[in-house]
């Protein structure tokens, strides 16, 4: 078989791969019922031969509804991304979060015959056979977040790295006490649902990272990803220490509770870390005026990277500054730590809470 001389030549812009991001398994991001606002989304730009168009590709993409900040922007991105290539027709689904209706709108876009097929599942376990049912078709399938229980069910996964979330916002703090001289302190965590993997290991490497440091964790509570439930388990859990050094809140959807339960109770004497990298967080370590010193990135543009990968699979291409002809079978994001000293380089993949 003959090798497309361009397929060295495409490379994704800092946005699409170079950007950090973080995500895993079944829920990323707050699941409150408020849409997020309308804000600029993250496009990668390609450079190189491949950058140019090329032939047409149609690029099926089912997700959930995008009832959240965090959702809301993965969708946002993608169509954003596909309008950005002239050659590709986005044929995206109504976003839901019924396992079923997903799966039967993933099998009207494989009877549609699309070119590529990017699915973030509400369940990855339960779209699997959805996902094994288009490879099988020759449709290849970009696997977006929340992973399939087989690789075989695609062609390339795409997400983040919530063990390294949790370990970069340990090592931040971590850092901090030791540059304050505390040499017991007292570090509390806001975790999301624990029956989630993502939720474990961010969780897991938050504890190894603050273990190898000679610290530990101290009060924990677990939410739901929502704003609501973030205030209401921070009440309880700074009802139950009268003293923090530092606190650790696992998304930034759930944060905007996390934080009118701080306020409300007028704390202020310990530094916070967010995590996913919202816009509103981010403004807020810009302000440097809050409790919130710095935020991990799990950020939604890596669905803007699903969009542009698809398109090069479609097309038959690989990624210009890899050796290798073809596209990798997986991409994990990086949870870069957002602080008032770098804010500005990250602005632009925050979302609206």
Not at 24 to 51: D, E, M
Not at 203 to 231: H, I, M, Q
Request: some cysteine.
């Amino acid at each position: 078989m003959s090798i497309d001389p361009s397929r060295r030549k495409f490379l994704l812009g800092a946005s699409a791969l170079g950007m950090s991001l973080g995500a895993g398994a079944l829920v990323a991001g707050c699941t409150s019922n408020t849409p997020a606002a309308a804000g600029p989304q993250q496009v990668a730009g390609g450079s190189g031969a491949n950058a140019q168009p090329g032939k047409p590709v149609t690029i099926g993409f089912s997700a959930p509804a995008a009832d959240h900040g965090w959702m809301a922007a993965m969708t946002k991105n993608a169509k954003a991304q596909a309008a950005a290539f002239k050659e590709v027709t986005l044929d995206a689904t109504e976003g839901t979060n019924d396992v079923n209706q997903q799966i039967a709108q993933v099998e009207t876009l494989i009877n549609k015959k699309v070119g590529v097929l990017v699915i973030l599942p509400f369940d990855g376990k339960a779209l699997t056979a959805a996902g094994q049912q288009a490879m099988d078709a020759g449709i290849p399938v970009i696997n977006l977040d929340r992973v399939f229980d087989t690789p075989l069910a695609y062609r390339t996964w795409i997400g983040g790295d919530n063990y390294r979330m949790g370990v970069n916002a340990g090592d931040y703090i971590a850092k901090q006490m030791k540059a304050k001289n505390v040499s017991n302190p007292i570090i509390g965590e806001v975790a999301g649902i624990d029956s989630l993997p993502l939720t474990q290991e961010r969780s897991k490497g938050f504890k190894d990272a603050l273990a190898r440091n000679g610290f530990k964790v101290g009060p924990r509570v677990s939410a739901e990803f929502t704003a609501e439930s973030g205030e209401r388990q921070t009440a309880n859990l700074l009802q139950g220490a009268s003293k923090l050094d530092a606190l650790w809140n696992h998304d930034d959807d759930q944060g905007i509770g996390v934080m009118a339960a701080i306020d409300s109770a007028s704390r202020k004497e310990f530094v916070m870390v967010g995590g996913a990298g919202s816009r509103d967080m981010m403004n807020r370590i810009k302000a440097d005026n809050t409790v919130i010193k710095a935020t991990v990135l799990y950020s939604p543009s890596m669905a803007s990277t699903a969009i542009a990968v698809a398109r090069l699979l479609g097309q038959g291409k690989g990624v210009g500054d890899f050796a290798e002809h073809e596209v990798p079978a997986s991409i994990t994001t990086y949870s870069a730590v957002v602080t008032k000293d770098n804010v500005d380089s990250y602005l632009d993949v925050g979302f609206d809470s």
